[in-house]
């Protein structure tokens, strides 16, 4: 079965930090490149960050540059989300998303609070 799960959210105050998972099955993970997404109430999708296939090449949203790091293993089919020093503003549902065969594909989210 073609899925992405995420995990790792939860609720962490302002400066702490949190890594996120998304467990990739069902495809040849290592030739897609991965996204985080992330969604805050009432605003749009926006997209965080991304890793391309070999993780030779990541790209970030000008916000969260320094702070969260993108990585992943092929061998375990697994990207990773690591923020550091969190804001309250980086509370969202954050998603994972690859696109293959052209077809969308998103995991379910897990929820990232920062609050003190």
């Known amino acids: 079965q073609v899925q992405l799960v995420e995990s790792g959210g939860g609720l962490v105050q302002p400066g702490g930090s949190l890594r996120l998972s998304c467990a990739a099955s069902g495809f040849a993970f290592s030739n897609y490149a991965v996204s985080w997404y992330r969604q805050a109430p009432g605003k749009e999708r926006e997209l965080v960050a991304r890793?391309?296939?070999?993780?030779?090449?990541?790209n970030y949203r000008d916000s969260v540059k320094g702070r969260f790091t993108i990585s992943r293993d092929n061998f375990k089919t697994t990207v990773y989300l690591q923020m550091n020093s969190l804001k309250p503003e980086d509370t969202a549902v954050y998603y994972c998303?690859?696109?293959?065969?052209?077809?969308?594909?998103w995991g379910q989210g897990t929820q990232v609070t920062v609050s003190s």
């Open positions: 998303n690859t696109k293959v065969q052209g077809i969308d594909l």
């Open positions: 890793i391309w296939g070999f993780g030779d090449s990541t």
